[in-house]
């Protein structure tokens, strides 16, 4: 197994490289090769990413010759040709001009080390790999391409889903704008992506802002598992993002209000927590009851009846019950206040119970939109 690490200036270079190995990590699947490829994006600096990626495979042929390293005059690494090893073994000095197959010494774009069974290391040309092989076994020169050719032209199809919340927790350490004011979140994201944030003058100003900008508080993991459970039509979106490893840059409006989306929904819990801790809980009443409360949060159930929406409502007594929505009040969410009558069954806590058989419900009041 090999590991190399890659330099790129901005995430926009580092994602069309991602998608290049994506590509080829596809093809190796669809064609059966015995290969091995991940790869992890790692922030090096506010500006520049790194790429840890680790390769490796079976590379045996027949005759019992084994492919140990490749090097490539067109990827260079200084003035020398990029090597890529991949096995342990010392391939001593590398010529581009000799080939142990045909004898030829010419000048060679690619020279595959191979090594024997008995520990006899050969060069064999790239233009006689498939002669000697009996096929072309240079997917590997395309891993180094892959990582070291220039991304000019190129733009990324989709982004690394962390790195791109990771781009909007950074601009929201300014604040959040929308998409009507200047230099909106989604802007400062997408110029984040780009690097434009940290190069273009018109930013420059916002930059030394960041200096002495408040520090990150929430990681791009604790975003997405917020998202992935939020509520409404807004977070159903938001949810169906965050699903995928990767997502397109048209999404980045949408990850770049997550982390002020969190923000309030972090406040709200730390409210409701002192809320609760203020005012000491009654035991929950048994039987039929009238309940009158806010809703704490609704969840989808799925059972083998289909999709049923389950929601929490705190009564302003303290105590709670969860059971089943009222389709009268589907539309109740987080923070509305209802009203409706239900049968409560007890709990293990004195102050919870299981609510069922509602009836009469309303909506008291809807909450303030955020």
Request: net charge negative.
């Amino acid at each position: 197994m090999n590991k190399t690490t890659h330099h790129f200036e901005s995430l926009f270079e580092a994602s069309v490289v991602v998608e290049r190995l994506t590509k080829l990590k596809e093809r190796a699947a669809k064609h059966g090769w015995d290969v091995t490829l991940e790869w992890e994006l790692v922030p090096a600096s506010d500006e520049a990413y790194e790429l840890e990626l680790t390769y490796g495979g079976s590379f045996s042929f027949a005759g019992g010759w084994r492919l140990v390293a490749i090097a490539d005059a067109s990827l260079t690494l200084g003035e020398e040709p990029l090597v890529y090893k991949f096995a342990e073994v010392s391939v001593g000095e590398i010529d581009l001009t000799r080939c142990d197959h045909c004898e030829r010494k010419i000048a060679r774009r690619k020279v595959l080390i191979l090594e024997s069974e008995s520990g006899e290391i050969i060069h064999v040309g790239g233009s006689c790999a498939v002669d000697f092989f009996g096929h072309d076994p240079l997917w590997a020169t395309w891993i180094a391409e892959a990582v070291t050719e220039p991304t000019g032209g190129f733009a990324p199809s989709t982004i690394d889903l962390k790195s791109l919340v990771r781009c909007a927790l950074e601009a929201y350490r300014l604040g959040y704008r929308r998409t009507s004011e200047t230099f909106s979140n989604k802007e400062l994201v997408l110029a984040l992506v780009s690097g434009r944030f940290w190069k273009e003058e018109k930013y420059a100003g916002l930059v030394e802002a960041l200096k002495t900008a408040p520090p990150i508080v929430a990681t791009p993991e604790e975003i997405i598992e917020w998202a992935a459970t939020a509520e409404g039509d807004f977070g159903a979106n938001l949810a169906k993002l965050v699903s995928s490893e990767t997502v397109s840059l048209k999404a980045a409006g949408l990850i770049a209000y997550a982390p002020a989306g969190f923000d309030k929904w972090r406040e709200r819990v730390a409210r409701l927590a002192a809320e609760r801790e203020a005012k000491p809980s009654a035991p929950v009443p048994i039987g039929r009851t009238i309940i009158e409360g806010t809703v704490g949060y609704v969840k989808s159930v799925i059972n083998d009846y289909g999709e049923t929406w389950k929601f929490r409502v705190v009564s302003d007594e303290g105590w709670a019950v969860w059971g089943t929505r009222p389709r009268s009040i589907e539309s109740a969410v987080a923070g509305d206040r209802v009203r409706f009558t239900a049968t409560i069954e007890p709990s293990e806590d004195s102050d919870f119970g299981f609510f069922k058989r509602p009836a009469k419900a309303e909506i008291l009041e809807v909450a303030t939109a955020a």
